[in-house]
């Protein structure tokens, strides 16, 4: 009798053991294992994460979406969850399945954990020092640009302002261009990373002018990924991209080409 006692002890204190070591070390290793998000960005993207790896789904499968309840966002803000079905566009459909209109930049996503979305502004450049030197490393003096902005926010979460630079010259109108290029980055610190650089000769039609489709927190480590598109000619010529900071440098982690 001694005996099975003793051995019953010892596999709860074993168990116990494996518990708290589980606890500490295994949890976060767990949850990022068994992460599985999948998000809509606009009517032509779908990215799905399932073990750590994002993928995107091709046009012809977006109807296996339909009819599944999705948390939507338009033009930054939360809108609720919504059923969704695809037709060339989404529709929305609330719990009794009746269709409800909403219009905007939608993101949407279904997850087993939350997705902040945050919004973000549009500026005027402030530093043009920064901007024209930059442009100059690149061997690009102009004056003509059709998008010329920034955007402030805080990425990485640690209170500091970052300052996100979004030029271009794509769709020039009324001006003709040696060169067509667009160039994103971002200022921390007095120091420029680049996030989208495209320098091409100017042909008709060519070039894409990129923007910042969202700015989002999908791995909930409260430090911002963004979605930045590139619109062509065509509406069927945007490129989406999810980016994310990882090792000083940002990097695609999945786009829709
Ligand atoms: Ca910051
Ligand atoms: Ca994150």
């Not at 979406?65 to 079905?85: A, I, M, P």
């Not at 695809?86 to 929305?92: A, L, N, R």
């Not at 209170?159 to 020039?172: D, G, I, K, Q």
């Not at 007095?190 to 927190?217: H, Q, R």
Request: glycine share 4%; charged share 25%; aromatic share 20%.
């Amino acid at each position: 009798m001694r005996k099975k006692s003793t051995y019953i002890i010892l596999i709860v204190i074993l168990l116990l053991f494996f518990l708290i070591v589980f606890y500490f070390f295994g949890l976060d290793s767990l949850k990022k294992e068994n992460d599985h998000t999948t998000l809509i960005v606009g009517n032509r993207t779908i990215w799905t994460l399932e073990n750590r790896k994002w993928k995107m789904v091709p046009v012809e499968y977006f109807n296996n979406y339909s009819w599944k309840k999705f948390r939507v966002f338009l033009n930054q803000e939360e809108k609720g969850d919504y059923d969704l079905w695809f037709d060339e566009d989404w529709y929305f459909f609330d719990n009794n399945k009746k269709s409800v209109l909403l219009d905007g930049d939608l993101l949407a996503y279904q997850s087993n954990h939350d997705v902040d979305v945050y919004p973000f502004e549009i500026e005027d450049i402030a530093n043009l020092n920064l901007v024209y030197s930059y442009l100059d490393e690149k061997g690009i003096s102009t004056n003509d640009f059709t998008s010329f902005y920034q955007i402030p926010f805080d990425f990485d979460n640690d209170s500091y302002t970052e300052m996100f630079y979004v030029l271009s010259n794509a769709f020039p109108v009324d001006f003709l261009p040696n060169e067509i290029f667009s160039l994103v980055f971002m200022e921390k610190n007095g120091i420029i990373y680049p996030i989208y650089t495209d320098i091409s000769k100017s042909e008709v039609f060519n070039g894409c002018k990129p923007y910042f489709y969202s700015f989002l927190d999908i791995d909930m480590d409260k430090k911002s990924e963004f979605i930045l598109s590139c619109s062509g000619y065509s509406v069927s010529s945007t490129t989406d991209m999810l980016y994310q900071f990882s090792n000083g440098q940002f990097q695609i982690i999945v786009s829709n080409q």
